[in-house]
């Protein structure tokens, strides 16, 4: 079984800064993909940014330029810096992985709150 768990959410004002930590553990070989989503209310889950294990990260249009990931194989973390932050960047954060342990798994965690109020 393999748990994903986000923390480093809550509430910034207009242009403030975020760090975000992903966390995956339990029983599995290796992470393939790690990836951030974000879902505002009444609006559909998006990408925001991921990293594939051997591959160039990808960000969300509207991430680039304020937000970067990291990702810390060895502790199997994938962080998310979000500066810059706006009203809009308000919603819910998943961190999403996939990989392989006695079998493939493709896990999200519980979500952590991001607000920005201006």
């Known amino acids: 079984q393999v748990q994903v768990v986000e923390s480093g959410g809550g509430l910034v004002q207009l242009g403030g800064s975020l760090r975000l930590s992903c966390v995956v553990s339990?029983?599995?070989?290796?992470?393939?993909?790690m990836e951030w989503y974000r879902q505002a209310p009444g609006k559909a889950r998006e990408l925001v940014a991921g990293?594939?294990?051997?591959?160039?990260?990808t960000y969300g249009a509207f991430a680039q330029g304020r937000f970067s990931i990291t990702r810390d194989t060895y502790n199997n973390t994938l962080y998310l810096q979000m500066n810059n932050l706006r009203p809009e960047d308000t919603g819910v954060y998943y961190c999403?992985?996939?990989?392989?342990?006695?079998?493939?798994?493709?896990?999200w965690g519980q979500g952590t709150q991001v607000t920005v109020s201006s």
């Open positions: 339990g029983n599995f070989f290796t992470i393939n993909t």
């Open positions: 990293s594939p294990r051997d591959g160039v990260s």
């Open positions: 999403h992985a996939n990989g392989w342990g006695p079998r493939y798994f493709d896990d």
